[in-house]
């Protein structure tokens, strides 16, 4: 009678342990299927983030080619312009026409007062 008892409980507790071991070797499963899918799932996001970042980086190289194209078309647009103030400081204020800061006799004149004065530079020195 003992014998039996005991021999029942030893299967019993063959039987729980076995038992507990199949219920640990499911919770690793489902812990190591669980880890996968928080890894794929990681990926997935890093990758989306990536291609944001990629599209980001193409939209402002973008923008900056047409801010420096604009620039571009800016200058060459006002290449040719002078402001009407620049222009009148060039030609030497009101009423002198084209002939500039030096009135009539111009160049020449300044040249020829250049060169004296430098000759005389050079007779003192």
């Not at 038992?19 to 640990?24: H, I, L, P």
């Not at 980086?57 to 900056?64: G, I, R, S, T």
């Not at 009148?88 to 204020?93: E, V």
Request: zero cysteines; a positive charge.
């Amino acid at each position: 009678m003992k014998i039996n008892k005991r021999a029942e409980k030893a299967e019993e507790a063959e039987e729980v342990e076995e038992a507990e071991e199949a219920e640990k070797a499911e919770e690793a499963e489902e812990t190591e299927e669980a880890e996968k899918a928080e890894k794929a799932e990681k990926a997935e996001e890093a990758e989306e983030a990536e291609k944001a970042e990629e599209a980001e980086k193409a939209e402002k190289a973008e923008e900056a080619e047409k801010a420096e194209e604009a620039e571009k078309a800016e200058k060459v647009e006002r290449r040719g312009r002078r402001s009407r103030r620049s222009r009148r400081s060039r030609r030497g204020g009101r009423g002198r026409g084209r002939r500039g800061r030096r009135g009539r006799r111009g160049r020449k004149r300044w040249k020829r007062q250049k060169r004296w004065k430098r000759w005389l530079l050079h007779i003192n020195t």
